[in-house]
């Protein structure tokens, strides 16, 4: 049996691993979308390294699109196999491939108008809102803790990994002969102890793992600590110096995370009487969402929703739908917080907010979250004065603050606490992947202190014989 490294090797996004057994059959985990690298992101996507028709299964961890947001691209090159990943997942997919579908198509269509006027022919989407909408029809949910038999000596078991909601830790038993494989794809590991989502859970014993290094340098503060912090970002901001707070936030996960910690505060009656704009229509749904699957809240979210039924809605917090409605944000003069998407800023509504208020020394900026080293999100964060946003040169003049808390990523020692399940003895090899390289070398030599022998880092497209 072969495990093949096609993506977010030595680095953090485009997850894909390929499990070739030795019958012939051959497994995806997950399969992501290469981001933040300008146009060379858009030639490593179309080069999957792959052929679609020849994958049996795709096995999802969870719904980010550094995960999931070419399901749609090898579904139209020929992909007709089975996609098994938990029922949040599936519902999360529905809508984020379908927003992935219509930035392609709208990105695509802003590029091929620069194209035409240099007489250069058009390029076509990666993938469309049809294609997004297309492949859900090859999704099948399957619940945490259920074992499911894909073929007749291959089992799934699906772990909660407490990244966002539906994440999940992926165990498969794979027999070869009278040998058996226990492979665990940690996919990402969220945080211990967070506001709304359960802890990450101790994985069936696995042989072999492969497991995510994001933040295998690092230390987050605690969650308590976090919406003190925020609350005093928001009291700075808005009532001293009366500006606007703009907080670039992943629509998914993240964004409900500060939604609820200000509807905490609101209840706490400590947070300022102030506008709270939620302006992405994918955050909305994503919101509507996770209504939904309260089977992934934890025990103080529980108790939290008994007293307070929708803690993802409070007087002053508006969703914003149109776009009509987001333009009019620019000329809000009152002081406010506009949370908004994309989370590297790369993309989406927040780029405007930015353009338009990145100049004023009255706006500050909270980066709540992980930005990969190209994006516009990295160059802010580490205190860039000067950024280019839609082609034109900006001075950033608004204060920049970071509350890294709010991550859905472990750091390294709850990744760690999160592995510390195994017996180390029986893990025969451990696969770092999403993350940075030189992040991973440190992670790799915590791990071997911690008691865990073989690491590798593979490199991209490597392969390796189990």
Do not use: W
């Amino acid at each position: 049996m072969q495990i093949q490294f096609i993506g977010a090797a030595q680095e953090v996004t485009g997850s894909k691993h390929l499990i070739t057994t030795s019958k012939g059959l051959r497994i995806l985990l997950d399969c992501g979308m290469f981001q933040g690298k300008g146009m060379e992101t858009d030639s490593m996507n179309r080069d999957l390294g792959f052929e679609p028709s020849e994958i049996d299964y795709l096995i999802l961890s969870h719904a980010h699109i550094d995960h999931s947001g070419l399901i749609p691209y090898i579904h139209k090159l020929g992909f007709c196999g089975t996609v098994i990943c938990t029922p949040a997942t599936r519902d999360l997919c529905a809508i984020m491939l379908a927003d992935s579908g219509k930035i392609q198509e709208h990105d695509t269509y802003t590029n091929n108008k620069k194209r035409a006027a240099h007489n250069l022919p058009p390029l076509q989407p990666l993938y469309t809102l049809d294609d997004a909408h297309s492949c859900l029809s090859n999704f099948i949910s399957v619940p945490y803790h259920k074992e499911f038999s894909i073929e007749n000596d291959i089992t799934v078991y699906f772990t909660d990994t407490g990244h966002i909601l539906g994440s999940s830790a992926i165990n498969l038993v794979i027999k070869e002969g009278k040998k058996s494989h226990r492979i665990c794809y940690t996919g990402d590991i969220g945080r211990f102890n967070k506001r709304i989502l359960k802890n990450p859970e101790a994985f069936p014993q696995a042989d072999y793992i492969i497991t995510e290094s994001t933040y295998g340098n690092r230390l987050h503060e605690n969650v308590v600590d976090a919406e003190n912090q925020l609350l005093k970002i928001v009291i700075d901001t808005c009532t001293k110096k009366k500006g606007k707070l703009i907080i670039p936030s992943f629509s998914v996960g993240r964004t409900q995370e500060i939604v609820y910690a200000l509807d905490r505060l609101k209840n706490k009656k400590l947070l300022p009487d102030i506008d709270v704009f939620v302006d992405s229509p994918l955050s909305t749904d994503a919101t509507n969402i996770m209504r939904l699957h309260t089977e992934c809240f934890n025990e103080e979210m529980m108790e939290y929703i008994k007293n307070d039924p929708d803690p993802f809605g409070f007087n002053n917090l508006h969703y914003i739908q149109t776009i009509d409605q987001s333009k009019a944000l620019n000329h809000h003069n009152k002081p406010c917080i506009i949370i908004s998407a994309s989370g590297m800023m790369e993309a989406g509504r927040v780029k405007h907010h930015l353009a338009n208020n990145i100049e004023n020394p009255k706006t500050t900026i909270l980066v709540v979250g992980y930005c990969a080293p190209n994006t516009l999100g990295a160059k802010i964060s580490r205190g860039d004065k000067l950024v280019s946003i839609f082609g034109q040169r900006y001075d950033v003049k608004a204060d920049v603050e970071h509350l890294e808390s709010y991550s859905a990523h472990g750091d390294y020692r709850e990744m760690i606490e999160f592995l510390n399940c195994q017996n180390k003895k029986k893990v025969k090899t451990i696969f770092l992947v999403h993350g940075e390289y030189k992040v991973q070398e440190n992670y790799a030599n915590m791990l071997k202190q911690n008691g865990f022998n073989k690491i590798l880092i593979p490199e991209a497209k490597s392969s390796y014989n189990l």
